[in-house]
């Protein structure tokens, strides 16, 4: 009677410590951890800088036909989805070439290409550019956007250009004189100062040293399924969507540097 209530007992708890190993297989401390969610890299980061490691395509802040008093959702999904994915790509591609310098942050590689092997030099450049530019360009636009400018910028561009007309005159003047491909831009230079610049393909003004507020792109990809060769048209109506608070926190990012 002793042995059988002894074998019971053993038969009982061997039943009970296999139940728990069962159960600690299913609740495995892996099991009740949730997946971890992948961060993309700084991609469009507010503060920092965009990630080369590898560059990634941000995703646009609003809907294709989101801006349409001043671009057409066809435009901007060929814009986004193709033009500045084929830069982000093409960056990507010729880095794999120069492990060392996917480091280094895209604005990096654009403020000094110089330092950079002469083979990919000019690849760097375009699609570097390219990618740092449409990322500014949709960040400083939205379906909220237009109207006077508002906060410290509206005051600096008074200070500056004597008022926002005359400043958007100057503007539209400087992105319509634009030969071929480029963009145009306010940036603040290395004394402070608004300016005026423009430049040719992809280039960024962080290259000469200047720190872009607000660029439009005058490349045609940006506006000719809509206004064709119109371009002035399109640079009048682009104001419709400037997103005045982006603009305000670069000013305040650029004075703080
Ligand atoms: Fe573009």
């Given amino acids: 009677m002793k042995n ?3 074998r019971s007992i053993r038969f009982l708890v061997a039943g009970a410590a296999l139940l728990l190993l069962l159960i600690s297989c299913q ?18 980061s507010s503060e920092g800088e965009l990630s080369a490691n590898p560059a990634q395509l941000p995703p646009l802040p609003y809907d294709y036909g989101a801006l349409a008093t001043a671009i057409d959702a066809e435009t901007m999904k060929l814009h986004h989805d193709r033009h500045h994915a084929a830069y982000v790509e093409n960056l990507n591609a010729a880095l794999t070439q120069q492990p060392n310098l996917q480091n280094r942050s895209v604005e990096a590689l654009l403020r000094d290409l110089n330092s950079l092997p002469e083979a990919i030099r000019t690849t760097v450049q375009n699609n570097a550019g390219g990618h740092l530019n449409h990322t500014i360009f949709w960040q400083i636009m939205s379906p909220n956007g ?4 508002t906060g410290e910028i509206a ?6 250009f004597g ?10 003047q400087a992105g319509g004189d634009r030969f071929g491909s480029g963009w145009v831009w306010l940036v603040r230079n290395p004394q402070g100062q608004l300016q005026i610049t423009t430049t040719p393909n992809q280039d960024n003004p962080i290259t000469t040293g200047n720190f872009p507020l607000l660029g439009n792109d005058v490349w045609e990809h940006a506006y000719y399924l809509r206004y064709q060769n119109r371009r002035a048209e399109y640079l009048s109506n682009w104001w419709n969507v400037v997103n005045w608070q982006e603009v305000n926190r670069r000013w305040q990012r650029a004075s703080q540097r």
């Fill in 4 to 6: 059988h209530l002894t």
């Fill in 155 to 160: 005051q600096a561009i008074n200070q500056s």
């Fill in 27 to 44: 609740t495995s401390p892996q099991a009740q951890i949730p997946a971890p969610t992948i961060q993309p890299t700084a991609v469009a």
């Fill in 163 to 172: 008022s926002f007309d005359n400043f958007r005159k100057q503007f539209n």
């Fill in 146 to 149: 237009g109207g006077q400018p």
